[in-house]
């Protein structure tokens, strides 16, 4: 089993945080192996940004991300590029508000900007679609994900952030209800 | 501030910040660096967490001030260490005889990228390997070793440590931009068992007639002295004789640049250290190290997949080569494969140990070698011969 | 009964190696008596031997340390101040001193010079100012006069000078004081007040290098050199109030004042790397 992971939008979402609890929830909390990698150089310039995380139940050799079994894209700008970068049934996730998709693609789509400006901080729409892709993949515990936010970020910080991945998280259960 | 020094537990964690970790764990109390992408997260971290355990931080005008301060903070008793990249690591050649000739124990990390010159400063390189072993003038030994993974970042800054103080030497963490920028599971033991090499410390009182340079042991190590101590020891980078003193005949010049060069030679043993993988029967053996072992791994295990006899060498300390164990391979293997980021430079030692032809796997940096073309390259050895290809390829 | 006239025991003979003698300085050197200076102020300095510590780089002055009975580090060319800073931080119960030419500090070391003062590391820097790179054999220096005879510089020197007290308090050096080897008096007392005086401190004192600088450039030996400074060395009390910054350069050749003395006395925060 190895899974590719790219999250991508633009600088100040938070994607390299989102990758970085992604990728501690599966090498600490999941006991599976991950590796986190962002860009850096020409391609990390322009104000875009992304990480990327490989997980496997085995030693993960090439630590880049080839061809994405999940995109989570948060830019108009992301879903150009790295769109037709994903494998053929990729999960695929939108900022709705942000990405427009091309008319024959079918993402999952979340207001996650907006969601995350209902609990009064945008900057935690990151952590909005951290639990609406934990609700969705079944790739890894919340549990876990959970574990990995509490123990990352400093403790003032702590309960809007869960908070926001538990909005996420419920956004996607109440949306596969429907 | 104080804080904690060993962050024993399960960590995910940043190869930069993982050696940064190794260092205070090993006890690494004095850094004095320079900016320079990709090492400069060492420098921050260690910017933060060296105060909170009592420890020096100091950024310095240039690199040669830096490896000049660490070999002084060293001298004072510290274990102390610098962190660069190649440009860094250039400027830095001079002192790096200073502290070979000295014998004052260091740690310079050079975390390689695109080079030469300024070449690729955010994109990985692996280039300077023969630079760590040869880049100050002048016959002399140094130990230095390739981490693939950020747990390696910090298993290795801290037998880094161990290896400096234990023989006296400057030793090198030739890391390169993939290692250093990737994050990964660090799992950092409880500070008990980090292992701890200390230096030789006098064994007799100072006063007249005390020798700081005097060689009692087959190791050939002398008992260092640090500054303030009272034993009044001179210490330079002219030939000198036992007591230390300036001495420009050829007789000391060659019994101290012999006895510094067979120091290493003598307890290579205790600084080589190598991983295999899938090597017991294999025909074609694969040599690498650092990240790009790491695609290495896998182009051997799919050749296996396939039948190949393939098996994998991995370089742990490229300096000392483990010329012995590359001997022993020479004896079942029908064809060696040296996969590197750079245009040739450790194929060079490999094929100064075996008579098989040594085919390349290169490429001059910006981009791990991915596992493909080391793929192609068994898959050439195993159906055409071990000349297949005309011997060096290019990854790129 | 008669008695021998040889003094069994010199008070400095502690402080000197002296199964390193004879030293290696050219009849009519100067370094010899800056040394002397040193270790005169070390015996006096009520600080324990063990904690005084003399670093170098290279030169005729750098081999100070080797004569010095102390912890001595002789270092790369233009590195004794970042040595010094590393033994000092790792170490701060150290006295460091930085024993070493104006080639050595103010060329190849130029850029660690000022910045050490900058930063106002705690240690002492005593520059031997010979105006000319006496090891290699009389070759141009930071220091050397413009228009002055060097075996680099046979036309003369194209180059102006270094004013070094000028460009270290400029770089923020909290003491700094100019003497020559006349004044053997005022460099020990110096050297004494640098020990007390926490902060980067500098004191040049110039010397004679009869052989570099002196014989092609018309000074015919070190006593004429010790002449020139007893006829034109001139006190100064305060800069810039009594001469301008720019008055300070020195040029042995020219029939004008050498002003010496403690130009920049002053209190900064001192370096730590922490502050607290």
Not at chain 2, 66 to 93: D, E, H
Not at chain 3, 127 to 138: A, E, K, Q, S, V
Request: a neutral charge.
């Amino acid at each position: 089993m190895r899974k590719e992971i790219r999250i991508a939008g633009f600088g100040g979402q938070g994607v390299v945080l989102a990758g970085y609890i992604l990728g501690k929830a599966f090498a600490v909390y999941e006991g599976l192996e991950a590796v986190m990698t962002q860009s850096y150089g020409p391609e990390a310039r322009g104000g875009s940004s992304s990480s990327n995380v490989v997980v496997s139940d085995e030693p993960i050799d090439y630590p880049f991300v080839l061809e994405p079994d999940v995109l989570i894209l948060l830019s108009q700008e992301a879903y150009t590029r790295f769109r037709p970068t994903a494998k053929p049934d990729a999960l695929v996730i939108i900022e709705e508000d942000l990405v427009q998709p091309w008319p024959d693609d079918r993402p999952l789509r979340i207001p996650a900007t907006r969601l995350a400006e209902g609990l009064g901080r945008r900057i935690v729409a990151n952590m909005v679609v951290l639990g609406f892709f934990t609700a969705v993949s079944g790739l890894v515990k919340r549990e876990s994900v959970e574990k990995a936010i509490e123990t990352t970020l400093a403790p003032r910080l702590v309960p809007l952030n869960l908070k926001a991945f538990a909005t996420g998280y419920e956004y996607c259960v109440k949306e596969q209800a429907r | 501030m104080k804080g904690r020094g060993v962050l024993t537990g399960v960590h995910f964690m940043h190869g930069d910040h993982a050696c940064a970790e190794g260092a205070i764990a090993a006890g690494c109390r004095f850094f004095a660096g320079y900016p320079i992408t990709p090492s400069t997260e060492i420098a921050e971290r260690l910017a933060q967490r060296l105060p909170e355990v009592g420890g020096v931080f100091i950024q310095m005008e240039d690199e040669i001030a830096s490896i000049v301060a660490v070999i002084g903070a060293s001298a004072a008793g510290a274990r102390a260490m610098t962190a660069t990249s190649g440009p860094g690591f250039s400027l830095m050649m001079e002192s790096v005889g200073l502290a070979a000739m000295m014998e004052i124990p260091c740690v310079i990390v050079d975390v390689q990228r695109g080079s030469p010159s300024t070449g690729l400063p955010t994109l990985p390189g692996q280039a300077d390997v023969m630079q760590a072993r040869w880049g100050s003038h002048g016959d002399y030994e140094i130990a230095a070793y390739a981490p693939w993974s950020p747990q390696e970042m910090f298993d290795l800054t801290v037998l880094a440590f161990n290896v400096a103080d234990r023989f006296r030497i400057p030793v090198m963490v030739m890391a390169d931009e993939v290692v250093g920028h990737m994050v990964e599971r660090v799992v950092i033991p409880p500070e008990d068992q980090i292992p701890r090499w200390e230096r030789k410390r006098p064994r007799y009182p100072a006063g007249d007639g005390f020798k700081p340079f005097l060689v009692e042991d087959e190791d050939l190590v002398p008992p260092m002295v640090h500054a303030g101590e009272g034993y009044r020891v001179h210490f330079t980078g002219l030939t000198h004789d036992e007591r230390g003193y300036p001495d420009m005949s050829a007789e000391t010049h060659h019994r101290l640049v012999t006895r510094l060069v067979e120091k290493v030679r003598r307890n290579a043993s205790q600084m080589i250290r190598y991983d295999t993988y899938a090597l017991d029967d294999a025909k074609i053996v694969v040599i690498s190290y650092g990240c790009t072992a790491r695609s290495a791994r896998r182009a051997v295990a799919d050749a296996r997949r396939m039948g190949i006899p393939a098996g994998l060498l991995r370089l742990i300390s490229l300096w000392p080569f483990p010329a012995d164990v590359v001997r022993e391979l020479a004896r079942q293997a029908d064809a060696f494969i040296v996969a590197e980021m750079n245009l040739g430079q450790m194929i060079c030692e490999v094929e100064r140990y075996v008579s098989q032809p040594v085919k390349g796997v290169f490429h001059a940096g910006g981009a791990m070698i991915p596992p493909d073309p080391i793929l192609q390259a068994i898959r050439e050895v195993a159906f055409h011969g071990p000349r297949a290809g005309g011997g060096k390829a290019s990854a790129g | 009964m008669a008695h021998a006239l040889v003094a069994e025991k010199h008070p400095l003979d502690d402080l000197i190696r002296r199964d390193r003698m004879p030293h290696i300085w050219c009849p009519g050197c100067g370094i010899g008596i800056v040394m002397r200076c040193y270790a005169q102020a070390i015996l006096e300095s009520g600080i324990p031997v063990e904690r005084h510590v003399v670093v170098s780089g290279i030169g005729c002055t750098a081999r100070v340390p080797g004569y010095m009975n102390l912890d001595s580090y002789h270092a790369t060319h233009g590195r004794p101040i970042p040595f010094a800073i590393g033994l000092k931080l790792a170490k701060p119960e150290l006295m460091v001193t930085v024993f070493s030419g104006d080639g050595d500090l103010a060329a190849i070391g130029g850029n660690h010079l000022i910045h050490a003062a900058r930063r106002n590391v705690d240690i002492k820097v005593i520059c031997i100012n010979n105006f000319n790179y006496g090891m290699t054999g009389g070759q141009v220096g930071p220091t050397t006069p413009l228009g002055a005879k060097t075996t680099t510089t046979p036309y003369g020197n194209p180059e102006h000078p270094f004013n070094l007290p000028y460009l270290l308090a400029a770089a923020g050096a909290v003491f700094v004081s100019r003497w020559t080897t006349l004044h053997v008096r005022q460099i020990k007392q110096d050297i004494l007040y640098s020990f007390r005086k926490p902060g980067f401190t500098f004191i040049e004192v110039l010397s004679p290098c009869p052989v570099g600088f002196g014989r092609p450039n018309d000074i015919e030996d070190g006593v004429e050199e010790m002449r020139i400074y007893r006829r034109r060395s001139q006190l100064v009390y305060r800069v810039p109030d009594e001469v301008p910054w720019e008055a300070l350069e020195v040029d042995l050749r020219e029939e004008r004042p050498i002003y010496v003395g403690r130009f920049v006395d002053r209190e900064r925060e001192v370096f730590q790397p922490v502050r607290r």
